[in-house]
């Protein structure tokens, strides 16, 4: 159930009282989120032809362009491209929380996933100038890899996104008592403490401009949060605005065997 818990000061009899109202909306939120999925829906397929205009536009099959037209050939595909991530994101994320799309657990190497993770994103961090670190041990869990290597490669490039360059980040990971720990620590611009929070919530960002000048879309931690909390573990974010920051997971190691610490 969805509740919204709203409060006013009204006047009754000549005295102030405070008035607490509770709506239920669930509804609207399942209609409001059925509309969205809808709308992403029919997006897509225009936005994958526009994308196959730009790309014919740009192989010179067409003639060729001047700088200019580059330019703006330039600008239409990268805001393609985010409209594309965006509408691809609502409904991951739907088909997640509606169980549509639900986890393939097998048993894996942690070690495996984590340099998969990367080594997938070694380009990005190679182009950013900042230097990835490893530090894992090879522990056996059992989690949907894909879904894992999901979350890691999303941590690990709004870790690249928000770095400067000659930076370095750091993807660890440690086994405490029941569970393993993952951590993905950069040295970039912080997140400020009220919003460690929310940023895992839909569409939050630090700045209204990160989505714009990051390509970025405002869901990732919100898949990357519902990912791990259907394994059973927890994500969460520590931070120094300024000095950097730190994510957490945690994947419960109920069925796992230590092979080697
Ligand atoms: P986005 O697609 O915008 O990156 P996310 O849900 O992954 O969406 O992240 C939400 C917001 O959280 C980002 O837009 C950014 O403002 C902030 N954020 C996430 N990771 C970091 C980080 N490592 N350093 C600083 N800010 C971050």
């Given at each position: 159930?969805?509740?919204?818990?709203s409060?006013?000061?009204?006047e009754?009899?000549?005295?102030?009282?405070?008035?607490?109202?509770m709506?239920?909306?669930?509804?609207r939120?399942?209609l409001?989120n059925?509309f969205?999925?809808?709308?992403?829906?029919e997006?897509?397929?225009?936005?994958t032809s526009?994308?196959g205009?730009?790309?014919l536009?740009?192989s010179?099959k067409?003639g060729t362009?001047?700088?200019?037209?580059?330019?703006?050939?330039?600008?239409a595909?990268?805001?393609?491209e985010?409209?594309?991530r965006?509408?691809n994101d609502?409904l991951?994320?739907?088909?997640?929380?509606?169980?549509?799309?639900?986890?393939?657990?097998?048993?894996?190497?942690?070690?495996?996933l984590l340099t998969?993770a990367r080594e997938?994103m070694?380009t990005?961090a190679?182009?950013?100038?900042v230097q990835?670190?490893?530090?894992?041990?090879?522990?056996e869990?059992?989690?949907d890899?894909?879904?894992?290597l999901?979350t890691l490669t999303?941590?690990?490039?709004n870790?690249i996104?928000?770095?400067?360059?000659?930076s370095?980040?750091?993807?660890?990971?440690?086994?405490?008592?029941?569970?393993?720990?993952?951590?993905?620590?950069?040295q970039?611009?912080?997140i400020?403490?009220?919003?460690?929070?929310?940023?895992f919530?839909?569409?939050?960002q630090?700045d209204?401009?990160?989505?714009?000048?990051?390509g970025?879309?405002?869901?990732g931690?919100t898949?990357?949060?519902?990912?791990?909390?259907?394994?059973g573990?927890?994500i969460?974010?520590e931070?120094?605005?300024?000095?950097?920051?730190?994510?957490y997971?945690?994947?419960?190691l109920?069925?796992?065997?230590?092979l080697c610490?």
């Amino acid at each position: 159930k969805t509740i919204l818990l709203s409060v006013e000061i009204i006047e009754l009899a000549g005295k102030q009282c405070t008035l607490s109202i509770m709506n239920d909306i669930t509804e609207r939120k399942r209609l409001e989120n059925e509309f969205i999925s809808l709308v992403s829906h029919e997006l897509r397929t225009p936005m994958t032809s526009m994308m196959g205009a730009l790309d014919l536009l740009s192989s010179g099959k067409l003639g060729t362009l001047t700088e200019q037209g580059q330019q703006v050939l330039s600008i239409a595909t990268n805001n393609t491209e985010r409209l594309i991530r965006l509408v691809n994101d609502i409904l991951d994320l739907e088909r997640m929380k509606s169980g549509k799309i639900t986890m393939q657990p097998t048993y894996c190497d942690l070690s495996l996933l984590l340099t998969q993770a990367r080594e997938t994103m070694q380009t990005m961090a190679d182009r950013a100038d900042v230097q990835l670190e490893l530090e894992s041990c090879s522990v056996e869990v059992f989690v949907d890899p894909d879904r894992i290597l999901q979350t890691l490669t999303n941590l690990l490039s709004n870790a690249i996104k928000f770095s400067d360059a000659n930076s370095k980040i750091w993807l660890r990971t440690k086994v405490l008592n029941n569970f393993c720990q993952i951590e993905v620590q950069d040295q970039g611009r912080g997140i400020p403490a009220d919003k460690l929070q929310t940023i895992f919530e839909r569409f939050q960002q630090v700045d209204a401009s990160d989505s714009r000048k990051k390509g970025g879309t405002g869901l990732g931690l919100t898949i990357c949060r519902h990912i791990i909390e259907h394994h059973g573990g927890k994500i969460w974010v520590e931070s120094n605005f300024g000095q950097g920051s730190t994510f957490y997971l945690t994947l419960p190691l109920s069925e796992q065997k230590i092979l080697c610490l």
